[in-house]
């Protein structure tokens, strides 16, 4: 079973900017589709971004051109560099498989963007 640790949210202003981490337990980590995700207050959970296992990635339009999504295989690490943050950017972001059966998910990372 993968296990998964987010890390690297915070406060930013508006316009700034944050790098995510999530860490997965497990050996065959390479092998999968990861996205990152995230949840706003009173909102469903939404897909940010995506890589497969050979590095082709693709963003949703909200942070397409702002977000770059990466991963580090070795470290069994996937990477989410947000630039030109926006308050709509607020929310809990979780990493997990791109599709079922998805690991069990983490307490994510708390992204706030306010002045």
């Known amino acids: 079973q993968v296990q998964l640790v987010e890390s690297g949210g915070g406060l930013v202003q508006p316009g700034g900017s944050l790098r995510l981490s999530c860490t997965a337990s497990?050996?065959?980590?390479?092998?999968?589709?990861m996205s990152w995700y995230r949840q706003a207050p009173g909102k469903q959970r939404e897909l940010v971004a995506t890589i497969t296992s050979g590095g082709d990635t693709s963003y949703a339009n909200s942070v397409k051109g702002r977000f770059t999504i990466s991963r580090d295989n070795t470290k069994n690490t996937v990477y989410l560099q947000m630039n030109s943050l926006k308050p709509e950017d607020t929310a809990v972001y979780h990493c997990?498989?791109?599709?079922?059966?998805?690991?069990?998910w983490g307490q994510g990372t708390q992204v706030t963007v306010s002045s």
């Open positions: 497990g050996s065959i980590f390479s092998i999968y589709t």
């Open positions: 997990n498989k791109y599709s079922p059966p998805f690991a069990s």
